[in-house]
């Protein structure tokens, strides 16, 4: 089994489509062992997208995903990282497979709705950035 990092931003809780997404997720046997809502500070949002900094989006991104609640997951599943990805769609939501969730739901290249681990490597830095040992369900 193998776990990832998913993030509802600012703009799906905004628009209200926390139900959606997820019911996507479970809808793809994709299972949530940890969930929270929270705010993120900039300065959060900036050690968080650290690997980023120096990039002409990294103000622009940091600014975004603190700019209101967002929903952090853990997923779990097979191939879990390359399967949600899939379902997230291209950042560029005008490039994203029809059917994905930033297809459907982005209105711009920032604000798509969704994010999620690109790695094993990120996957594990980024839910224990979230989350500690206690709050997984198993």
């Known amino acids: 089994m193998q776990r990832t990092l998913a993030i509802i931003k600012p703009d799906g809780v905004g628009r209200k489509l926390i139900g959606e997404v997820i019911k ?51 997923l779990e599943g097979e191939n879990v990282i390359e399967r949600y990805r899939a379902l997230m769609g291209a950042t560029d939501y005008r490039k994203a497979a029809e059917g994905t969730i930033r297809r459907e739901f982005a209105t711009d290249i920032q604000k798509n709705i969704v994010h999620g681990s690109d790695s094993p490597k990120s996957a594990a830095f980024e839910i224990g950035y979230f989350f500690n040992r206690f709050e997984f369900i198993n």
């Open 24 to 74: 996507r997720l479970e809808a793809n046997d994709m299972h949530i062992v940890a969930m929270k809502m929270l705010c993120m500070s900039k300065d959060q949002a900036r050690e968080f997208y650290a690997v980023h900094r120096g990039k002409p989006f990294y103000e622009g991104l940091t600014e975004f995903i603190s700019s209101g609640p967002i929903v952090a997951m853990v």
